[in-house]
Nanobody, 118 residues
Framework: QVQLGESGGGSVQAGGSLRLSCAAS????????MGWFRQAPGKEREFVARISWSGISTYYADSVKGRFTISRDNAKNVLFLQMNNLKPEDTAVYYCNAVAGTKALDAWGQGTLVIVSS
């Protein structure tokens, strides 16, 4: 019943940019805040950014602040993550989800892989 489809990942050189998209179900998207998470190989999944339903309030992890921008299109149930000045440490599988604080509320999708090379 809950469906999250992440896309837009790929391989990019350090300093480059990528724009991730997340097509969410109306039920998930309309619940409130949405967020992005990521999981690097051998590491725990971590919070990246969140945005309120209205889009007025945003919050970012310190590691991506100033480089990433989260946005949403409520009419289309799509969440975005614009990633600029990418670093090798950003390499991970990126996931979207409904969020409360920095914790996910729904089941996870398959994510989209981002690889940043030196």
């Amino acid at each position: 019943q809950v469906q999250l489809g992440e896309s837009g990942g790929g391989s990019v050189q350090a300093g480059g940019s990528l724009r991730l998209s997340c097509a969410a179900s109306g039920r998930t998207f309309s619940s409130g805040s949405m967020g992005w998470f990521r999981q690097a190989p051998g590491k725990e999944r971590e919070f990246v950014a969140r945005i309120s339903w209205s889009g007025i309030s945003t919050y970012y992890a310190d590691s991506v602040k100033g480089r990433f921008t989260i946005s949403r299109d409520n009419a289309k149930n799509v969440l975005f993550l614009q990633m600029n000045n990418l670093k090798p440490e950003d390499t991970a599988v990126y996931y979207c989800n409904a969020v409360a604080g920095t914790k996910a509320l729904d089941a996870w999708g398959q994510g989209t892989l981002v690889i940043v090379s030196s």
